[in-house]
């Protein structure tokens, strides 16, 4: 009896919703006062809105919890024809088996929570006795089918887009009404491109040669790479020598449009690769420029440096986990304190190290190699045993999530578009504060003639501390956007430590421009000859270039001018 009383009020509440609306307009153009006709009308707008929300036909959720397989099958269809979004919770619960019944109620039952399957209500408290909905092989089938098309008109961009992708990779038939109808609505270029390729590749299968040359003529206009795939496939030879095209002139026209497409994806490829190594070049100045003021402007050869950049890296991990147990709700911008942080925390053991070790050893060039190195095995052991010897994982913020769609085969990640952004701002702040500020003129000044320097009254000592904890901190800010890219290790340094001294020495010691031209130059020479012929190739032909170009230029691409060369 209770159920039978829930199912005869749903019924109610949708006769109800659909006869209101009818009622108020009626009274309201019978009625003479304004006034009335005012308020009956919003009466009016209130019901229809109260319409949309009822959801669900209930003869179409009877039919999939009661009926059996034909029955079912005609509701799913009936759910597809009307293309309501609010039909994929059911057809999702239909299909887990997350729908179950309570006498003549149809409930989806998620955990504790339970909700009407026609009204989208809450049912508090669960009925105790419910029964599962179970479907068979062919009813999921067609579910899995209706949910594709269903997620088509989502609200939701990424739900669109990945049910758009699917379909795309489905080797089934695509639902052509319902993917004409989502083109119609859609805005979104991306999932429009991907919309009209399904459209085109269907019109390939017609047995009418003008459909097909119209479909082949569509793609021409197509940035996708599976488009290139389709044609290509028109153009491909059986093994008994007929094309797999039959026409010659569809043959021709996919011919055509191939090379648009190929020209296209060229192009993007072409994005893809400068991108890719102004991204490169971006995290080799970061790893680069604080060794340009220690060892191109202090002439130390400090081998601890990559070791400076971890100790960056795990300040950003240990804030951000500071962020997750203190302030989770304000975990998207951890980044912020991180950044000054991971500067100061690389900056104090750069001074230690140069106020303990490195001041006694200016002017002995080996004996400072092998000390830093020593150095940098004890900074790296320190690091393993407070953290372990496993890689730890910084997680990007929200923001730094995903990224831009430029072409269908090239996306800008949104954390290697912030670190360019990142290592320009760093020059920047280097930039002005040795052209700008007090520090940088003493720093210059120490740099080009120490003993004039400390004749005027420059406390050189003081100078050469700060200027080596200005270089650790900007090691340690390289570390900090190195965590944005990867993970993050005791090893990490040791993978940039090279490219760093290579940098340094092809851009020309002392010279902070050339830092910034040889960093740029090697990213993009790596990634273009990674492209071609992989990246140990790459890294192999790179440092063969240097070692012939500094036989050839050994001051590097800027030769340090002023009495320090003249000395």
Same mark, same amino acid.
Not at 88 to 106: C, F, M, N, P, Y
Not at 538 to 558: D, E
């Given at each position: 009896m209770k159920g039978d009383s829930h199912n005869l009020a749903r019924r109610l509440r949708s006769f109800a919703t659909f006869y209101f609306p009818l009622f108020t307009v009626s009274i309201a153009m019978s009625t003479k006062s304004i006034a009335r006709?005012? &308020?009956? +009308? &919003?009466?009016?707008?209130?019901? +229809?809105?109260?319409?949309?929300?009822?959801?669900?036909?209930?003869?179409?959720?009877?039919?999939?919890?009661?009926?059996? $397989?034909?029955?079912? $099958?005609? #509701?799913? *269809?009936?759910? &597809?024809?009307?293309?309501?979004?609010?039909?994929?919770?059911?057809?999702?619960?239909? %299909? $887990?088996?997350?729908?179950?019944? *309570?006498?003549?109620?149809?409930?989806?039952?998620? %955990?504790?929570? *339970?909700?009407?399957?026609?009204?989208?209500?809450?049912? $508090?408290?669960?009925?105790?006795v419910r029964e599962d909905v179970v479907a068979n092989n062919r009813v999921r089938r067609e579910i899995a089918g209706a949910l594709g098309v269903l997620k088509l008109l989502s609200t939701e961009r990424a739900v669109r887009l990945g049910a758009t992708k699917a379909l795309a990779l489905s080797s089934d038939d695509a639902p052509l009404p319902s993917v004409k109808k989502a083109l119609e609505r859609e805005s979104d270029d991306e999932i429009k491109a991907i919309l009209v390729s399904i459209i085109a590749s269907a019109g390939l299968k017609s047995d009418i040669v003008e459909e097909r040359i119209a479909a082949v003529r569509a793609l021409e206009h197509s940035s996708n790479p599976q488009t290139r795939t389709l044609l290509v496939q028109l153009l491909e030879k059986k093994s008994d020598g007929t094309y797999a095209e039959p026409d010659e002139g569809v043959r021709g026209a996919a011919s055509i449009s191939l090379r648009t497409v190929e020209n296209r994806l060229a192009w993007g490829e072409r994005v893809g690769l400068v991108f890719a190594s102004l991204s490169l070049g971006s995290v080799l100045l970061l790893a680069a420029l604080g060794l340009a003021i220690t060892y191109g402007l202090m002439g130390v050869i400090n081998m601890a440096h990559g070791e400076l950049m971890m100790i960056g890296a795990y300040a950003t991990y240990v804030v951000q986990n500071a962020f997750k147990v203190y302030a989770p709700e304000w975990f998207a911008w951890y980044l912020v304190l991180a950044v000054p942080i991971a500067f100061v925390a690389s900056a104090l053991v750069g001074m230690v190290l140069e106020r303990t070790v490195i001041r006694h050893l200016y002017g002995r060039p080996l004996e400072t190699l092998l000390a830093t190195w020593g150095i940098s095995l004890l900074l790296i052991q320190g690091v393993r045993t407070l953290f372990g010897a496993q890689n730890v994982q910084v997680e990007n913020p929200s923001w730094m999530s995903g990224g831009i769609a430029i072409l269908s085969n090239v996306v800008l990640p949104w954390n290697r578009i912030f670190i360019v952004l990142f290592a320009a701002l760093v020059l920047v702040a280097i930039w002005l504060l040795l052209t700008r500020t007090r520090l940088g003129l003493f720093v210059r000044g120490v740099t080009q003639n120490r003993p004039m320097a400390s004749c005027v009254g420059v406390a050189t000592a003081r100078v050469d501390t700060l200027a080596f904890g200005v270089g650790s901190g900007i090691a340690g800010l390289g570390g900090c956007a190195l965590s944005q890219i990867g993970n993050v290790g005791p090893d990490l340094g040791q993978s940039y430590i090279v490219d760093s001294f290579m940098v340094v020495v092809l851009g020309g010691v002392g010279q902070l421009a050339g830092t910034v031209y040889a960093a740029l130059g090697l990213g993009f020479v790596n990634k273009l000859i990674e492209s071609w012929s992989?990246?140990?190739?790459?890294?192999?032909?790179?440092? &063969?270039?240097?070692?012939?170009?500094?036989?050839?230029?050994?001051?590097? +691409?800027? #030769?340090?001018?002023?009495?320090?060369?003249?000395?």
């Open positions: 006709r005012v &308020v009956l +009308l &919003v009466l009016f707008a209130c019901a +229809l809105g109260a319409r949309g929300a009822t959801a669900i036909d209930i003869g179409v959720v009877d039919a999939l919890a009661f009926g059996d $397989s034909d029955e079912r $099958s005609a #509701a799913i *269809a009936k759910l &597809v024809d009307e293309a309501d979004p609010r039909a994929i919770a059911l057809l999702e619960a239909l %299909g $887990s088996g997350d729908l179950q019944t *309570a006498g003549k109620r149809v409930l989806i039952v998620k %955990g504790k929570d *339970a909700f009407d399957a026609v009204t989208g209500e809450r049912v $508090s408290p669960l009925p105790p992989g990246a140990v190739v790459a890294k192999i032909a790179v440092l &063969v270039f240097i070692i012939i170009f500094i036989q050839k230029r050994p001051q590097g +691409l800027f #030769a340090f001018k002023g009495r320090a060369q003249e000395a």
